[in-house]
């Protein structure tokens, strides 16, 4: 879809069009769900919290500017929606178990823990790092945004998000190798 | 080209995302520099342990869920769930600085003392409209827009306080004491957030936007910083021109204001 399209059918749902606003979810729905995914590795979590990222879109488009970028914006809500979930789940239940503890389980031969799997270390290595490296592995490593556009929706220079990607992978890396170890 | 340049890029050398310039710079820096070459494969193997997906989440959903999920979106956009589910962009942009920032809380301390200041300035009539009246009142000739008047200021200190910090320069291993930089970042975010929302030219807009990214960064860093630290900011700089293109604003400002007065005299 051209950027004018994009354009006309923000400015039809800033005047009150339904089928504007429909189009509009079509078009993001699946690449907002896929960064909820990225940073919630559930997919009921990821499905509420894509609907939740558009219901604020749709309140909130009148506050939108149109010369800023549409999709930088739907994704760093969908950034900011995700980590108050990942919050909130790490209040209401433990789902993740702190590296440390995992590696101290991975050791004593703990059966739940001997069955977890390479996604499951990758995803507790990367919920160690810290939240604005977390999201820009997530964004520019997994997600594969480009570094200009992960800065957009960071709102940081282009530089740190280079920096905090070098750092994380450099991080998770360790984090993986000292399980592996552990386990082995 | 220096270690940490070279560093910083080598995820996209590793991906083949660099333009050929930095490509053959990194490849000639890396055939020399045993430690950047040992990084370069720490940094590949991180790349393999750590895959990208290789189809999308989405994918496992089926077409049918896609073809109900606006329908979804819409039952819920009239459940009453206005007040809570409300954004907007400003807020958006906020909720990053909270969400990442480990001194956020502190910068929007920071930015509410600024708020107050600046309401209780209103209140003794300092910003008021008719400020330019009483100036002429008073024999003060002053025709300037006052927008242009304030941006200029900005940038003033805006350059005072890069340049100072491009100057930096402390001991080997020793922490830089940020706190007046922070508060001068701190303030002119409040400033940037003010002219942002004024009707600016397109150059003066994607530079005080620019300019707003160093200064969160500046407010959000540590009071003892490392160095870096800094470097992170300084590289900031150096890669946005940042200096020059204050330098050239501050010129356009100057000759247009030199425009003024001749017409006035």
Known sequence: MSADRERQLILDVKEGSHEAFRELVELHMRRVYDLAYGFLNDHDDAEDVAQEVFVKVYHSINAFRLDSGFSTWIYRITANTSLDRVKQRGRSRARLIPMEQAVYHAGSGDPNIENIDTSAHIERALHELPTLQRAVVILRHMEGFSTRQVSGILRCSEGTVKTHLHRGLKKMRRLLHNLAEVRS | ?265
């Open chain 2, 1 to 265: 080209m220096m270690h940490r340049k070279v560093r910083r890029l080598l995820y996209e050398y590793g991906r083949g995302e660099l333009d050929p310039v930095d490509m053959k710079n990194v490849e000639d820096h890396l055939a020399r520099c045993n430690s950047c070459y040992a990084e370069y494969q720490i940094m590949k193997e991180a790349v393999r342990l750590i895959p990208s997906p290789a189809k999308p989440p989405s994918a496992s959903r089926s077409e049918e869920y896609w073809a109900r999920f606006a329908s979804s979106v819409e039952v819920r956009t009239k459940e009453g769930v206005r007040k809570q589910l409300t954004t907007n962009p400003a807020v958006e942009s906020l909720l990053s600085l909270l969400v990442y920032r480990r001194w956020a809380v502190t910068a929007a301390t920071g930015v509410a003392v600024v708020v107050l200041a600046a309401l209780f300035a209103l209140s003794r009539g300092v910003f008021q409209p008719d400020y330019a009246e009483e100036l002429a009142g008073a024999g003060v000739v002053t025709t300037a827009d006052p927008v242009r008047m304030e941006l200029a200021e900005y940038y003033r200190k805006s350059k005072i306080l890069l340049v100072g910090i491009s100057n930096i320069n402390p001991e080997l291993g020793q922490s830089v004491d940020l706190a007046v930089e922070r508060q001068v970042a701190r303030q002119l975010v409040y400033q940037t957030r003010y002219l942002d929302s004024k009707q600016l030219d397109e150059r003066s807009r994607a530079l005080v936007r620019a300019l707003e990214r160093i200064l969160i960064e500046l407010a959000n860093m540590e009071q003892q910083a490392d160095l870096k630290d800094v470097d992170i900011i300084r590289a900031g700089i150096h890669q946005e021109n940042m200096l020059f293109k204050i330098r050239m604003a501050e010129s356009d400002y100057a000759t247009a204001e030199n425009n003024r007065m001749s017409v006035e005299n």
